[in-house]
């Protein structure tokens, strides 16, 4: 599934985006695709057993690791091809692996499904998630924790993963969702528009005043609109969140979410400068016209700067309308002045629902898919593309880092930030989209719309704890 991103630079796509559900916004990448596709099941075969806690045991949960007696796990994802090549290539080693453990491999059906069936008591063992959404679901009692089985289970260790990566699964001090894949975002640019334009195509920027000089150059009107651009910092990957972080500013202090910080408000400053200096009109004009390229605007040759993620290295061979005629490059994005560059990281997750009938079972298949095994084992399958798995072990083995642009992304996941773990993600998320929206077309004050949005987002959070 590719990430959530703004039809090139499109503001009217700000309102629609409000409405997404957060199974979009989390991430990008090629994990997978969503689908319907019916139930399939993989056989099990011969192989070793392993061991799980004995104190997390449901009363429908008698059999063990060593007992012969079969159980069967309802495992939730992706259909389409990611359920064929996820069974064959990850769950059918797991089922060899636990002769006693079979796997029914169940289409997601959409968030709502998956709601009601945890609500009714009958939610699959184990399911994907957006990591994104693991804070709110724990907070609603929706999600098993975790940590009774790390603290008796030592194959398992936050030491494993990135940083980020594996902080976005907790909350309160409690895991509740397992890695699965990762991404982030960084600069692309146009070496031969900047050469065109007399900028040194081998030194992109890195601060905000660099980029701003350069994209100035690039620019280049018609008697209408205009023929490329230099740079549009809600282009693609160009959220708030985005440019908020490259700002050096905070999403949130604690527990406490703060979109009102000075830094994003300068941020959101910065972009409706963009918005009133180069003129919206002209702007969504040209965003039109790359829209119905049917390609990511980046690779008409016609922008020189854009802030995307690593998933669009995909479109090199899975698009055939992509053929780059153009030098190009990949850095880390720009910051402010006085303040490092950086990036945020999105992915999804593999979780335990609530009332999960075989959690001992369940917590066997989610150490094995979302540890080094599962995740070497999909990381080497033949179209894993541009992907980063949310393991440096696993990617220093795949050798990602040897691709030329993909090493970008990936020396940048040390240091990655990610959306608040918080009960009131999606409002923070849907809050920053309209304060955008209004600020870009003139309705308003970039201070005034983000202390809105702090307002409403603080009254979302009191109504979801009760504080």
Not at 92 to 104: D, L, M
Not at 125 to 138: C, E, I, K, Q, T
Not at 193 to 202: C, N, Q, S, W
Request: negative net charge; aromatic residues 10%; glycine residues 10%.
């Amino acid at each position: 599934m590719e990430a959530l991103a703004l039809k090139p630079g499109m503001i009217k796509f700000f309102i629609a985006a409000l409405s997404v559900s957060l199974v979009l916004t989390g991430c990008g990448g090629t994990n997978g695709e969503n689908g319907t596709d019916t139930t399939n099941t993989t056989e099990a075969n011969n192989a070793s057993t392993t061991t799980s806690p004995d104190n997390t045991e449901s009363p429908d949960n008698t059999a063990s690791q060593d007992s012969g007696e079969k159980v069967t796990l309802d495992f939730w994802g992706w259909g389409g091809k990611f359920q064929t090549d996820y069974t064959k290539i990850v769950l059918s080693e797991f089922e060899k692996q636990h002769p006693n453990i079979k796997v029914k491999y169940i289409a997601e059906q959409g968030i709502e499904k998956l709601t009601t069936l945890i609500a009714g008591g009958t939610p699959p063992d184990v399911a994907l998630l957006d990591r994104f959404m693991a804070g709110a679901w724990a907070a609603k009692g929706s999600l098993e924790s975790l940590n009774p089985y790390l603290e008796i289970d030592g194959e398992v260790s936050a030491d494993d993963y990135y940083p980020s990566v594996w902080a976005e699964g907790n909350y309160k001090g409690e895991l509740y969702a397992m890695p699965f894949g990762t991404d982030n975002r960084a600069m692309y640019y146009n070496k031969t528009l900047m050469k065109e334009a007399g900028l040194d195509p081998e030194k992109p920027p890195t601060t905000i005043s660099e980029l701003d000089a350069a994209a100035e150059k690039i620019f280049k009107k018609t008697s209408s609109g205009y023929e490329q651009v230099g740079f549009i910092p809600w282009m693609n990957q160009g959220f708030l969140y985005t440019q908020g972080w490259n700002f050096g500013g905070e999403w949130a202090k604690g527990e406490e979410l703060t979109p009102n910080d000075p830094q994003i408000v300068k941020a959101l400053e910065w972009m409706a400068g963009y918005a009133k200096k180069y003129d919206m009109a002209k702007i969504n004009k040209f965003n039109d016209v790359m829209g119905k390229t049917g390609i990511n605007p980046f690779w008409t040759g016609k922008v020189g700067f854009v802030f995307d993620g690593n998933w669009i290295l995909n479109d090199l061979t899975s698009n055939a309308k992509v053929k780059p005629t153009f030098e190009w490059g990949v850095a880390p994005m720009p910051s402010e002045d006085g303040y490092a560059q950086t990036t945020w990281a999105g992915g999804w997750s593999w979780v335990m629902p609530k009332g999960a009938k075989h959690p001992k079972e369940s917590w066997e298949l989610l150490k094995f898919i979302a540890g080094y095994d599962g995740t070497l084992l999909w990381g080497k399958r033949a179209d894993a593309g541009n992907d980063i798995t949310a393991m440096p072990k696993v990617n220093e083995e795949l050798k990602i880092t040897e691709k030329e642009r993909l090493k970008v992304f990936v020396g940048l996941m040390e240091i990655a930030h990610t959306r608040p773990v918080t009960p009131a993600g999606q409002k923070l998320w849907d809050e920053t989209f309209k304060a955008s929206d209004a600020a870009l077309n003139g309705k308003g004050e970039p201070k005034k719309l983000l202390d809105e949005a702090k307002k409403n987002v603080d009254n979302e959070l009191k109504k979801l704890t009760g504080k």
